[in-house]
């Protein structure tokens, strides 16, 4: 590991001024809701609607079952008329099953929006969304409302919702359950809200993750949101990742300037894990029972270019716990834990059958 102390503050000090409020959330796109439509029953009508889209378009999608395997590349819409791809009745949303290894896969796309459909038992990924590899110019404004996705994988790194290469981004109301690898994985991805999604481990699925940002993503925010049982860690704030995927390439961490605030949490391993993360805060969550530790802070990606995990915030949460959290902050190699700042926190210890203690421990 080359840099040390000094050269950590100084890529925090850099950060710090670069984006001194952490989530860029002016980047965020709004979806619109009105657009010339092309509404669709059946499988046929729907690929020939795919077919040709352009800015203003919008697609409805009758109630129904249909083939997923549906692939978008090089569309866009603009910021002020995105394309719209939904479904005709929030309440009884498409269901997209079969068809190949993903259900949607949005390639080199800007300024779209998918919205109210479920996409359920895919092998590969639920939907997939990524820049084509053009690594110049990442996809920008794509927002994801009111998916339901479910049942990926089962097992190793499959996730229900793959982001690639993703500027101003939202997601927003989804509701993801039972997944491979990740929930939500984000590679290189900048400028992105998470909000108001629930993600639920099921029985038989192998759940690493339920948000994970790394590879050079940064400006990112998770708010309320609920995880129950996401995965050994709920929220990764960074991981490990190839350096041939980073966005922006040599970027000196693999998550930066994250914030994770007003979510609840409900068991996991550790709800909270920094991997190679720089400058990130967690604030005003409702952390309940954790299974072995509270956070994380932990260096996976060694190469020389990378900044030591460092400079996180943990504040104003509420946590309940019981004997099962022994060691309340896991610290691996090669991290600087004297940088991270911890401060009015709130703490419940309760017994194994949820009575709260009278004198409960209070690490920090």
Known sequence: MSGGAGAAGALLLLLAAACPETGAESAVPEAAETQPSRVVRNDEELRAALAGLAAGVE?????????????????????????????????????????????????????????????????????????????????????????TIEDTGPEGNHDALKLSGLDGFAIRDCRFRGWGGS????????????????????????????????????????????????GSRAVNLGGSTGLQYFRPPGAGYEAAELLVEGNVFRGSQAP???????????????????????????????????????????????????????VFVNVGPGTLPDTFVYRGNEWIETDAAGRELASPRVPF
């Open 59 to 147: 697609v409805v999608i009758a109630p129904g079952a249909y083939r997923g395997g549906l692939w978008l590349s090089g569309l866009s819409g603009s910021a002020a008329a995105p394309i719209v791809i939904r479904g005709a009745d929030p309440a009884d949303p498409p269901v997209f099953t079969g068809g190949g290894s993903e259900g949607w896969h949005l390639s080199d796309c800007n300024h779209l929006v998918l919205r109210d459909l479920i996409v359920r038992g895919y092998a590969g990924n639920g939907v997939n969304v990524d820049d084509a590899g053009s690594f110049e110019t990442p996809a920008l404004g794509i927002v994801i409302e009111r998916l």
């Open 183 to 230: 929930a939500v994985d984000m590679v290189g991805c900048h400028d992105g809200l998470i909000e108001g999604c629930r993600f639920e481990g099921a029985e038989g699925f192998s759940q690493s993750n339920g948000v994970q940002a790394k590879g050079g993503s940064a400006r990112i925010t998770v708010r309320r949101c609920e995880f129950v049982q996401a």
């Open 272 to 326: 909270i894990a920094f991997v190679g993360a720089v400058g990130c805060t967690v604030r005003d969550n409702d952390i309940h029972h954790p299974e072995k530790w509270l956070l994380r802070i932990l260096q996976e990606s060694t190469d020389p270019q990378f900044a030591p995990c460092q400079g996180g915030v943990f504040e104003g949460n509420r946590i309940r716990f019981d004997q099962r959290v022994q």
